[in-house]
């Protein structure tokens, strides 16, 4: 007879990384994730009904080839479908939850695709995309590969994908050089109630913005704290049961998070990010100006008990009340038209000052605030 439920949790590091030893947060949490290990064993026979699987970065696992073209996703995919099956056929339901950085942020949403065969009523699966890498430049994918065979082709559309629940994308803002082919993409996700997406731009650059907050340079440590509070509640509220003491009282967290917020608000340095998207040209910005830094910002300020921030983010912001929910922004289309609740990532009604510092564009504007001009082809140049 089959067990009722079983969860899967599925850590994808990224590129050079290891899972073991810790390199980021992914190994962090991975290691912290009380669940059994099926990465290189067979799932065992219930009552065991919480499992884990964790993945060196593709570039760690499969060198070179790995590195420069993504060798590698999709065979630790298929490790994971074979898995799945045998999950399956012991239980009814499964959940399975995927934690990606940089390349492994392809993987997790390689993997959504491929678990999209299976039947929406036995399988969900949650995701968390942590600036999520393909390792193509803009104009390669846009242009240059006709077959769409590159990674980032390869991901850009998972409208289809029945079964995906929810999705948690998170991207740092601060740019690297275009030949460091570290331009994240945007996929297109499904049109469906069923499915709720929060993307939101953050702090940091790219990996520097994962480390485990204890061994990050103190330069990073803000946005690895940020990062941390994120992916901390988004495992949590996904069933993951985590080593009580891993990471510090969220409480606490929130606390600290929201004053560094504040802090960042008062700094002027706008950046441009140019980014792969399903709408065209898209981009990772943060303006000279805000209300508040980003979705998470708005977040904890309708979770604070201070009454005076609750106001100035409502009242100053003209962006109504805020809810006090899980803070996801849900997409009721599957292409970059945005909910209600995301509609108010511009500019404040009737004002030039935008609500969010920080931001996601999927159509980018001719003119970027810090003053470069976006070409025909997704590359930049100074104006």
């Known amino acids: 007879m089959a067990e009722e439920a079983a969860v899967l949790a599925v ?10 030893p810790v390199v ?28 884990k ?17 993504a060798v590698g996703l999709g065979t630790q995919c298929a490790q994971v479908v074979l898995r799945v099956e045998e999950l399956l056929a012991r239980h009814r339901r499964v959940s399975v939850v995927v934690l990606g950085l940089s390349r492994g942020g392809i993987a997790a949403l390689m993997l959504a695709k491929r678990l999209a065969e299976f039947d929406g009523d036995a399988l969900s699966v949650q995701l968390c995309a942590f600036d999520p890498v393909p390792g193509n430049l803009v104009c390669t994918s846009r242009v240059l590969d006709v077959l769409r065979l590159n990674a980032a082709n390869a991901v850009l559309d998972c409208s289809e994908c029945h079964n995906l629940r929810r999705v948690l994308a998170l991207y740092p803002h601060e740019p690297l050089p ?22 939101d731009a953050v702090c940091g650059c790219h990996q520097g913005a994962l480390y485990p907050v204890a061994s990050a340079h103190r330069s990073m440590r803000s946005a690895c704290k940020a990062s941390c509070l994120r ?11 985590l080593r009580e003491g891993c990471c510090a009282d969220v409480e606490v967290l929130k606390r600290e998070v929201l004053t560094e917020y504040e802090a960042e608000l ?18 990772i910005l943060r303006h000279r100006r805000g209300i508040l830094l980003n979705k998470h910002h708005r977040q904890l300020v ?7 921030l609750r ?8 962006i109504g009340p805020l809810s006090t929910g899980c803070g996801l922004q849900r997409r009721t289309k599957g292409t970059s038209e945005e909910s209600e609740d995301d509609g108010d990532s511009g500019e404040v009604r009737g004002s030039h000052k935008n609500v969010f510092l920080l931001e996601i564009q999927r159509s980018t504007p001719q003119r970027t605030p810090s003053g470069l001009i976006q070409t025909t082809m997704g590359l930049c140049i100074i104006s």
């Open 178 to 199: 275009d030949l460091a082919f570290h331009a994240p993409i945007l996929p297109r996700y499904p049109a469906s109630d069923w499915c709720e997406v929060e993307e």
């Open 302 to 308: 309708a979770e604070s008990s201070t009454q005076d």
């Open 266 to 283: 008062r700094l002027d340095a706008a950046t441009y990010r140019i980014a792969h998207s399903s709408d065209g040209s898209g981009a």
């Open 231 to 241: 992916i901390l509640t988004f495992l949590s509220e996904s069933g993951v049961p």
């Open 53 to 69: 699987m964790g993945f060196d970065g593709c570039g760690h696992a499969f060198g070179i080839a790995g590195t420069i073209w």
């Open 311 to 318: 106001k100035l983010s409502e009242v100053a912001a003209d």
């Open 11 to 20: 850590f994808f590091e990224g590129t050079a990384n290891s899972i073991t």
């Open 24 to 51: 980021t947060q992914v190994g962090m949490f991975f290691e912290a994730c009380e669940l059994v290990d099926l990465s290189q064993s067979s799932a065992p026979a219930p009552p065991a009904a919480g499992f």
